[in-house]
């Protein structure tokens, strides 16, 4: 008998993603930057990791490919990020999980 899975790590493991040539995913630099809070919200409320901060340049690392399109980072950051979902038939599957 399988498992369930345990970690969230575990869970993404099993999701299928067609990725898109482009990022639908797009977030202003500058206003990242100058947001103090410590650590920033995306970094941490994103289920699947997307977001990372540059510790040398500050800047905020985007993996888009791995986003779980929950909308979660959009209603916490409305000020610097911009979310749409995929272009259709693009993006992840949630066939396994
Ligand atoms: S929509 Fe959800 S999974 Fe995708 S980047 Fe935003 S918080 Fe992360």
């Known amino acids: 008998m399988k498992e369930n899975p345990k970690t969230i790590e575990d869970k993404l493991y099993l999701l299928t993603y067609r990725s898109d040539h482009k990022s639908h995913i797009q977030v202003d630099q500058e206003k990242f930057k100058a947001d103090k809070r410590n650590p920033k919200p995306i970094t941490y409320i994103c289920p699947a990791k997307v977001y990372v901060e540059d510790p040398n340049t500050g800047e905020c690392i985007i993996n888009h490919e791995n986003c779980v399109e929950c909308g979660t980072c959009h209603v916490v950051s409305p000020e610097y990020v911009t979310w749409f ?6 993006g992840v599957q949630y066939k396994l999980g």
């Open 85 to 90: 979902y995929p272009e259709g038939g693009k």
